[in-house]
């Protein structure tokens, strides 16, 4: 699976927006910074769910992952 992604990217949905990763990019990071999340200018508690957990920003992401990013006011 993982070759596989290497090959052809991966396709997730992050807060609602489907996109496809550039193969070897399979991370969370990578997905973030393609959907032009700004994660460095804090507005609260930044919490990142991938699948409805909480995850890392290099957790390997799979084909219809879903991730969603949002702040919480604590």
């Known amino acids: 699976r993982?070759?596989?992604s290497e090959a052809h990217g991966?396709?997730?949905?992050?807060n609602?927006?489907?996109m496809t990763l550039k193969?070897?990019?399979?991370?969370?990071m990578h997905a973030?910074?393609?959907a032009?999340?700004?994660c460095s200018a804090a507005?609260?508690?930044?919490?990142?769910?991938?699948?409805?957990r909480e995850a890392e920003f290099t957790t390997?992401?799979?084909?219809?992952d879903r991730i969603e990013v949002f702040w919480t006011s604590s």
């Open 60 to 64: 390997q992401l799979s084909d219809a």
């Open 32 to 34: 973030l910074a393609a």
């Open 2 to 4: 993982e070759f596989e």
């Open 16 to 18: 609602g927006k489907a």
């Open 43 to 52: 507005k609260g508690r930044l919490v990142i769910s991938l699948n409805g």
């Open 36 to 38: 032009d999340i700004d």
């Open 23 to 28: 193969p070897g990019q399979a991370q969370l």
């Open 10 to 14: 991966v396709s997730v949905t992050i």
